[in-house]
């Protein structure tokens, strides 16, 4: 089986940094994907890591380590409109296997 | 190019009654999903699809049947609605963005179900 965890709710300060961590107990591990949801919509992607380290796009980053089963999301400059839901989400094998999603970090910003 | 689509928005079913929750993409993506999501479950597998004529059962299956007689649509049928489906439900297509497969998923904008 999988099972993801990853904080329920999270505070931080418009223009500060935030972290989100993501630690996750598979059979197997075939990458690590990130999505964001804001309320009332539909879960969007933001970043995929299958090798260990740092992929950066804009504003986000997510960091993975394969050996401690572990990763996390990275917010910079923090906006009021990056208050959302994120999820992180893996797969155990490549192909065509279900992506499975932790239970989401409810992230405030406020000013 | 409208991605993924499902219909209806929102839908009030009473116990008992059966419906089906329609989801069709237009990006030729082989794999489809459906999730449900309730207040602090995070999305769950309902079943999932990796080419016209397969499907196989996720996390959470029981009282939900789909078909995929097309790469297109990838429809979920309740079969007699119970107030415990009462949820938001998304449909989701994938494809490979890192030169990979299935690396991407894109939802739909859900169905938010009601069974009194």
């Known amino acids: 089986g999988q099972s993801l965890e990853q904080p329920s709710e999270v505070t931080a300060v418009e223009g500060a940094i935030v972290q989100i961590n993501c630690t996750y107990q598979?059979?197997?591990?075939?990458?690590l994907s990130w999505y964001q949801q804001h309320d009332g919509g539909a879960p969007t992607f933001l970043s995929y890591?299958?090798?260990?380290g740092l992929e950066e796009t804009g504003r986000f980053s997510s960091f993975l380590s394969r050996s401690d089963s572990y990763g996390y999301l990275l917010l910079q400059e923090l906006q009021m409109k990056d208050s959302a839901s994120y999820f992180c989400?893996?797969?155990?094998?490549?192909?065509?296997?279900?992506?499975?999603f932790g239970k989401g970090t409810r992230l405030s910003v406020i000013a | 190019n409208a991605g993924v689509t499902q219909t209806p928005k929102f839908q009030v079913l009473k116990t008992g009654q059966s419906m089906t929750l329609q989801c069709a993409q237009d990006?030729?993506?082989?794999?489809m999903s459906w999730y449900r999501q309730d207040p602090g479950m995070g999305l769950r597998l309902i079943h999932y699809?990796?080419?016209?004529?397969?499907?196989d059962q996720g996390e959470v299956p029981n009282g939900y049947n789909v078909s995929r007689s097309t790469t297109e649509d990838f429809p979920l049928r309740l079969l007699s609605a119970a107030p415990s489906q009462t949820s938001v439900y998304f449909c989701?297509?994938?494809?490979?963005?890192?030169?990979?497969?299935?690396?991407?998923?894109?939802f739909g904008q859900g169905t938010r179900l009601t069974v009194v």
């Open positions: 989701a297509s994938s494809y490979g963005r890192y030169g990979d497969d299935y690396t991407e998923a894109f």
């Open positions: 598979t059979s197997g591990f075939y990458g």
């Open positions: 990006m030729n993506h082989e794999y």
């Open positions: 989400a893996v797969r155990d094998r490549k192909g065509n296997t279900p992506l499975v």
């Open positions: 890591n299958a090798l260990d």
């Open positions: 699809s990796v080419g016209a004529g397969i499907t």
